[in-house]
């Protein structure tokens, strides 16, 4: 699937129906979540909702499928990456976000059946969404050296 990577420049009704994924950093490393019915590893995330911005959609999914409520602090300093466009007409809004500790987990929804904090490229799974390798392998390093 082509994707084109736009700048962070698009307005508010034009990511009303954006597919959000946070890919999520603390102490432990980063947290990915298993799919229930596939076994995919994935980031939390999912797609925004009744005209929410893609910063609402996500703090609403992580939220609902990992139980943990980011801090004001953290809420300021997450960054979006650039926007991708999908071929299929969707677009992806990736959020890093530095959490100040890797809480315990509560998966709210039947749809993930486990999670995983992972430190180094060598820890990810083998089953992963081929869509996160690439901002997983930039990021994890960057994670394990604790420079954000």
């Given amino acids: ?15 009303s129906n ?18 229930s019915v596939t076994g ?5 995330g999912g797609k925004a909702e009744g005209g929410e911005s893609p910063e609402t959609a996500m703090e609403r ?8 409520a980011l801090s004001a602090q953290e809420k300021q300093r997450w960054r ?3 926007i991708v466009h999908l071929a299929n007409g ?7 976000i530095r959490i100040n500790k890797s809480p315990l987990v ?3 929804l039947v749809e993930h059946d ?3 904090w992972v430190t180094r490229p060598s820890d990810l799974p083998e089953w992963i969404h081929p869509g996160m390798v690439r901002q997983l392998l930039f990021l994890l390093p960057w994670c394990e050296e604790g420079n954000w």
């Fill in 80 to 82: 979006q990456l650039p």
């Fill in 18 to 35: 954006a597919i959000v994924s946070a890919i999520m950093t603390g102490p432990a490393g980063v947290l990915l979540l298993r799919r």
């Fill in 1 to 15: 699937m082509v994707a084109q990577v736009n700048p962070i420049n698009e307005t508010h009704a034009q990511l």
């Fill in 61 to 68: 999914e992580i939220l609902e499928e990992t139980g943990i």
């Fill in 40 to 44: 995919e590893w994935t980031l939390p």
């Fill in 90 to 96: 969707s677009t992806l809004v990736y959020f890093v």
């Fill in 106 to 108: 509560s998966l709210r």
């Fill in 114 to 116: 486990s999670y995983l």
